[in-house]
């Protein structure tokens, strides 16, 4: 009897690191892919971004840096980074910037008049369901910055609240 025990205690033991490990190696697979993902410039004639603004130009994308920033109109960080667009729109105006969102529509297209956004041709102002989101670059908080280059790769990543000067600096 004791042997018995012996044994499933073993057996239950090896499974939970055995289960514990697999998790393991699967969450470390989907954060090398999320990375992998996130290095060049996602295919936006495959994300369906309602933008009140304006439609969404591919003319934007070729031969341009990309500026993508995730963002929530309500988050402090993410209006700053707005109205400093807007201040700096000359120096900005070889890239396309992409400012995408989970709000709703009305609230974005508010968003956008009210930091000047839908008067500058190189900005798309745009929404997307979570899942979409989540689909293209993987679980993220707000504001979250991707920069590409004209290559279509990954030049600089920024979590948070990201200056001007560091913005520029990339172009």
Same mark, same amino acid.
């Not at 309602?50 to 960080?77: K, W, Y």
């Not at 995408?100 to 929404?127: H, I, M, S, W, Y």
């Not at 990954?154 to 172009?171: C, D, F, H, V």
């Given at each position: 009897?004791?042997?018995?025990? &012996? ?25 090398? %892919?999320? &990375? ?28 341009? *840096? ?14 700053? %980074?707005? !109205? %400093?667009?807007? &201040?700096?729109?000359? !120096? ?8 995408? *969102? *989970? ?8 968003? *956008? ?17 979570? %899942?979409?989101?989540t689909q293209a670059f993987g679980p993220t908080v707000v504001p979250h910055l991707f920069i590409y280059g004209p290559d279509g790769n990954?030049? &600089? ?15």
């Open positions: 009897m004791k042997t018995g025990l &012996k044994y499933s205690l073993l057996i239950g033991v090896v499974g939970l690191i055995g289960y514990f490990l697999s998790r393991t190696v699967s969450a470390v697979s989907s954060t090398h %892919e999320i &990375k992998t993902r996130r290095q060049t410039l996602p295919d936006f004639s495959q994300l369906p971004i309602q933008a009140p603004s304006r439609p969404v130009s591919q003319a934007m994308l070729q031969g341009r *840096t990309n500026i993508i920033i995730l963002f929530n109109p309500d988050c402090e960080h993410c209006q700053y %980074e707005a !109205a %400093e667009i807007s &201040k700096n729109r000359d !120096a900005l105006k070889r890239a396309a910037i992409w400012m995408l *969102t *989970t709000e709703k529509p009305a609230r974005v297209g508010q968003f *956008t008049r009210q930091f000047g956004l839908d008067t500058l041709a190189n900005v798309c102002v745009g929404t997307l369901t979570p %899942e979409e989101l990954l030049r &600089k990543e920024y979590k948070g609240e990201t200056k001007m000067e560091a913005i520029l600096q990339q172009l």
